[in-house]
């Protein structure tokens, strides 16, 4: 039988002269293998802070930092909530691949302004630090240092923006990384999702990695949501430091394991209730103790290694403004304002927002309108504004009032026949929006602002605003489901020179999603019953207080969308130019910054109208941008002649939230 052969041993090289000895050994280094570190010891060793300082991890952090230099994982997920420092480990990643492994990256932001504020904020600092200097020195004013492109020996960083179709092409890149890929655009042009084209960049490197990052959003509609659940749909199991029980961190719902905090309203003291038997009553303090000790567990183990996904959230960070008292704090100013909770529910979380698209039954809606006569402002409403919807044969004009607790009174509802495309229609919608409503106690209330839908009939809705500066404000439906209640858009006036005015006419956007979900929760409001209201008991904020105007149609056209949670969009179930109005009026009130209006400012308006008095003047807002209508001043009564113009988590990991009271 053959003897098997010795392994080779290294034999000395024998030199003369401790000079040239020291010299070989210097060679013989530089030619030795260098060790190649995970992501983790990396940055341990060489990562910087925004101060300057050295980068300790958080030990969660350092489980999702290895998944990158990990060479079994060809794809990363984290769907995270804010305070979690990953935007640090992305950091750390860019400086890594310039120090240790050259490589060609491709990182997208939402939008090609993003893409540049992120070079210059984030990604300069981090081609300062030492370990990157040692590598390469990007010189000012260098053709490999641009601002949205940076070349260094063996590789390349390029920063692009999702919102341009031409921001796809012509490039392949070896690791992609996606920053925030739930706020891009719904999709780049006619190109499809962005996700999948940007992905599309590296499918012929040899070495791949695509990596997604984001807060979610709503739920169906989330792109994170989507990629963590074809993951291994990883969380963080952290032990009890009394009895050891390893459990999934929740922020609870009051009855089971999550936060609690002492007082229930004003709390001074948090602490959190253990899943395990013994229910034992954790402390803040040892937050860290359990993350030391803590792992990664996947719940969907057969996607991996391939595609590690990780979902992690605010109760796990150390950061001081992540304390669990202050998020207790938190969700108590939330709790009550959809507007409020949905953000706490993202970004304090790391969950999407679920929703609640079931629209009140019409004919329930329509059973229960008051007597109030169509026309009169009732004496709560201290402020009218109204929304336009524009139609093929047809104007309609509705006519909203407004209280200090948000209650809406259905006050007017004109419709204009006519064709849109022609002055006559549009004058006779003028004299609806210039004229003034009785209001109980005799005196009369004008409009404050009015929205109007450019979605048909565009360029004509936008010269007839023009010719009502400081009352009319074109407005059209943001395409992002979490976009906010109202936003200007820039100018549309093109300048001297084929570009766009900055002092120019602006377009409102109306966050449809949030506002059709907060109309649909106050519709589900009761009123109080005749009893209580004869002993003076009031509907509860919010409450949306229809007349005779509204129609069976009109109830019906109030409740048309309808929420398809699998395909993440609202399907119209019939018209709704109702609900469209009253969105467009609703806006409006954020337009004119009643949204942030002290009780002192309500007070004082109130007064002034139940005394029949010229309400005060506000002070002027600045909601509205440079050049653009500003906001203008509650009308006074009738003794005003002319307008003034103004300037799962909660009960487990992925199992749904708001499972009972606290």
Not at 64 to 71: E, K, L, Q, R, S
Not at 157 to 167: F, H, R, T, Y
Not at 594 to 610: G, I, M, N, V, Y
Request: proline share 9%.
């Amino acid at each position: 039988m053959k003897s098997p052969t010795n392994p080779p041993t290294s034999e000395p090289f024998p030199v003369e002269g401790a000079v040239v000895a020291a010299q070989v050994a210097r060679w013989f280094e530089t030619w030795k293998p260098r060790k190649r570190l995970s992501l983790s010891e990396w940055s341990a060793q060489h990562a910087r802070l925004e101060s300057g300082k050295r980068y300790r991890a958080f030990p969660f952090q350092n489980g999702i930092a290895d998944a990158f230099t990990d060479p079994a994982v060809r794809q990363i997920t984290v769907m995270k909530s804010s305070r979690i420092g990953y935007s640090q480990i992305v950091q750390n990643y860019v400086a890594y691949c310039i120090h240790q492994a050259p490589t060609r990256l491709l990182i997208y932001q939402p939008t090609i302004d993003d893409a540049e504020t992120y070079s210059k904020d984030d990604l300069e600092p981090v081609l300062q630090w030492p370990a990157v200097r040692e590598r390469v020195v990007f010189k000012p004013r260098h053709p490999d240092n641009k601002l949205r492109a940076k070349r260094f020996p063996g590789g390349w960083v390029q920063i692009k923006g999702a919102n341009s179709p031409k921001e796809f092409r012509r490039v392949t890149a070896d690791k992609v990384l996606l920053e925030e890929p739930d706020g891009y655009p719904p999709t780049a042009g006619r190109e499809g999702d962005q996700a999948a084209l940007a992905f599309k960049r590296c499918l012929t490197s040899d070495d791949p990695l695509k990596a997604a990052g984001s807060t979610p959003t709503v739920a169906g509609a989330s792109r994170v949501e989507k990629l963590f659940q074809e993951g291994t749909q990883e969380h963080r199991y952290v032990p009890c430091p009394h009895c050891g029980h390893m459990q999934v961190l929740v922020f609870g719902d009051g009855t089971g394991p999550g936060i609690r905090w002492e007082p229930r309203e004003n709390p001074t003291r948090a602490y959190y209730r253990c899943a395990g038997e013994a229910a034992c009553e954790i402390e803040e303090d040892w937050k860290a103790w359990m993350d030391e000790r803590g792992e990664w567990r996947a719940h969907a183990p057969q996607n991996g290694p391939r595609h590690r996904s990780f979902h992690i959230w605010s109760g796990y960070s150390q950061f001081e403004g992540a304390a669990w008292l202050e998020l207790a704090r938190e969700f108590l100013a939330a709790r009550k304002d959809p507007l409020l909770l949905m953000p706490f529910v993202n970004q304090v979380l790391g969950e999407t927002w679920k929703v609640k698209g079931d629209a009140p039954q019409w004919r329930r809606l329509y059973d229960r309108r008051s007597q109030r006569q169509p026309g009169l402002v009732p004496r709560d409403a201290l402020l009218l504004t109204g929304g336009i919807d524009v139609q093929g044969n047809r104007i309609e004009v509705f006519i909203w009032g407004w209280a200090p607790d948000k209650r809406s009174f259905l006050v007017d509802h004109r419709v204009v026949p006519g064709n849109p495309f022609l002055p006559a229609t549009w004058e006779d919608v003028s004299k609806i929006i210039t004229g003034a409503w009785r209001r109980a106690g005799g005196a009369e209330m004008r409009l404050s602002r009015v929205g109007a839908d450019i979605g048909f009939a565009t360029t004509h809705v936008l010269a007839w605003a023009r010719k009502h500066p400081g009352l009319v404000i074109p407005v059209k439906g943001a395409s992002n489901h979490h976009a906010p209640v109202f936003a200007w858009s820039d100018s549309r006036d093109p300048g001297p020179r084929g570009g766009k005015r900055k002092r120019g006419q602006r377009i409102g956007m109306v966050g449809g999603t949030i506002l059709t979900q907060e109309l649909y929760g106050l519709l589900n409001l009761d009123a109080p019953t005749e009893e209580d209201a004869e002993q003076g008991v009031v509907p509860p904020p919010g409450y949306v207080d229809l007349n005779g105007l509204a129609t069976e149609e009109f109830c019906k056209q109030l409740v048309g969308l309808e929420w398809l949670e699998k395909s993440g969009e609202w399907k119209k179930v019939h018209p709704d130019e109702a609900l469209d109005g009253w969105k467009y009026a609703r806006a409006m009130m954020t337009a004119i910054g009643a949204d942030r209006w002290t009780d002192s400012k309500w007070r004082e308006l109130r007064e002034a109208w139940d005394g029949e008095e010229p309400p005060p003047p506000p002070r002027r807002g600045t909601t509205a941008p440079p050049g653009a209508q500003e906001a203008e001043t509650p009308p006074p009564p009738a003794a005003r002649e002319g307008r003034r113009q103004g300037g799962g988590w909660f009960n487990g990991p992925r199992r749904g939230y708001f499972g009972g009271g606290r």
